[in-house]
């Protein structure tokens, strides 16, 4: 992380330009009276003066700062994003340290604050915060400040650290109806998605989601990468959700058809299904798992209108349409869940 820009000017607090006020005030009668307490005084708040913008600036000194990102974050829903703050100065502590996130290089009014940072330590907090819309938010660094020590003139630097935050949209769970309608048979024959039940298949590599239980150590250790046991399956059953994201359709109808979806998708998933996204332009393959559930969020925070024609889907279709109620439109037999590398 390097200084965008290492000194940001900040205007004097109120007590501030008080203090400035009475200081111009004490000089001018010293010169005029010639007198030479006056001269003393004005001397010592010059100095005060002096000595709090060097403080506060051998404070913001040497400080490395960095986030710790939550793990999902979805529109309208508050979460909690990490700050940790170390000082890597060797024998002094920085005090009354505020910083401050900045998304596009506006701060985001969400501060955290350090009282107390000793030289050598690392203090991590956190700030509360909720974006209102789905997308990609491009965080493009911090601002840090402080009024240490007499909160006459602040100072502050702006530090670049780049990061990319995912805004998973907001969740509408499936209606019960719905859910109803789905099938609750196994599938005919077997599907090949990872379980922890069922007859041996072979191993593959570890991909994120998996159960650490179902790690092969000691194929592990004679590979050298990890290994999981992926075993047939015999109750997976596959289910597609279609999102119509249609050009045509109105913004706030558009964006609700996308929170049903997610909801959906979610559902599906705890229930046991591999689940697949189709949408105009694209899809998301059946799969199973919790990295099966980031990869459909992910396309669905990004997802923009699409003046493609749909994919075609054969099973169980769960068809979300922007103005309408998500309805399941067709569930013959479920297809076998392919195997995804």
């Given at each position: 992380?390097?200084p965008?820009?290492?000194?940001?000017?900040?205007?004097?607090?109120?007590?501030?330009?008080?203090?400035l006020a009475?200081t111009?005030?004490?000089g001018?009668a010293?010169?005029d009276?010639?007198?030479?307490?006056?001269?003393?005084?004005f001397?010592?708040?010059l100095?005060?003066l002096v000595a709090?913008v060097?403080?506060s600036?051998?404070g913001?000194?040497?400080?490395?700062?960095?986030r710790?990102?939550?793990p999902?974050?979805?529109a309208?829903?508050?979460y909690?994003?990490?700050?940790?703050l170390?000082?890597?100065?060797?024998r002094?502590?920085?005090f009354?340290?505020?910083?401050?996130?900045?998304?596009?290089?506006r701060?985001i009014?969400?501060r955290c604050?350090?009282?107390?940072?000793?030289a050598?330590?690392?203090?991590?907090?956190?700030?509360?915060?909720?974006?209102?819309?789905?997308?990609?938010?491009?965080l493009?660094?911090?601002r840090?400040?402080?009024?240490?020590p007499?909160?006459l003139?602040?100072?502050?630097r702006s530090v670049a650290d780049?990061?990319e935050?995912?805004?998973?949209?907001a969740?509408i769970?499936?209606?019960?109806a719905?859910l109803r309608g789905l099938?609750?048979?196994p599938?005919?024959?077997r599907?090949?998605?990872?379980s922890?039940?069922?007859?041996?298949?072979?191993l593959r590599?570890?991909r994120a989601?998996?159960?650490p239980?179902?790690?092969h150590?000691?194929?592990s250790?004679?590979?050298g990468?990890?290994?999981?046991?992926?075993?047939?399956?015999?109750?997976?059953?596959?289910a597609?959700?279609?999102?119509?994201n249609?050009?045509?359709?109105?913004?706030?109808?558009?964006?609700r058809?996308v929170?049903?979806a997610a909801?959906i998708?979610?559902?599906l998933v705890?229930?046991?299904?591999?689940?697949?996204?189709?949408v105009?332009?694209?899809e998301?393959?059946?799969?199973v798992?919790?990295a099966q559930v980031e990869?459909?969020?992910r396309a669905?925070?990004?997802i923009?209108?699409?003046?493609?024609p749909?994919?075609?889907?054969?099973?169980?279709?769960?068809r979300?349409?922007?103005?309408a109620?998500?309805a399941?439109?067709?569930a013959?037999?479920?297809l076998?869940?392919?195997?995804?590398?």
């Open positions: 992380m390097t965008a820009n290492p000194r940001n000017r900040q205007a004097p607090t109120r007590e501030g330009w008080w203090f009475a111009l005030l004490v001018a010293a010169i009276a010639g007198i030479n307490l006056y001269f003393l005084t001397g010592m708040m100095c005060l709090g060097a403080l600036e051998l913001l000194s040497g400080l490395r700062v960095r710790v990102l939550p999902a974050i979805h309208g829903t508050p909690l994003m990490g700050i940790a170390e000082n890597r100065k060797r002094l502590p920085s009354s340290i505020e910083v401050e996130d900045l998304i596009d290089g701060p009014e969400k604050y350090f009282l107390k940072l000793p050598g330590r690392l203090q991590e907090t956190a700030y509360r915060n909720m974006m209102a819309r789905r997308g990609r938010y491009r493009s660094g911090f840090l400040a402080t009024k240490f007499f909160g003139v602040p100072r502050a780049a990061d935050l995912i805004v998973y949209p969740v769970p499936a209606s019960e719905l099938p609750t048979h599938a005919p024959g599907s090949f998605a990872p922890r039940q069922g007859e041996f298949r072979g590599a570890f989601g998996d159960d239980r179902d790690i150590w000691r194929s250790a004679r590979r990468l990890p290994l999981v046991r992926e075993k047939e399956d015999e109750e997976t059953r596959h597609t959700v279609v999102l119509d249609d050009p045509a359709s109105e913004t706030a109808a558009f964006e058809a929170s049903e909801g998708c979610l559902d705890q229930r046991g299904f591999s689940v697949g996204l189709a105009r332009g694209g998301v393959r059946a799969d798992g919790g990869r459909i969020l669905l925070a990004l923009e209108p699409d003046a493609r749909l994919p075609a889907v054969r099973g169980t279709i769960v979300v349409r922007p103005g109620a998500p399941l439109e067709s013959p037999a479920p076998l869940a392919g195997r995804h590398a």
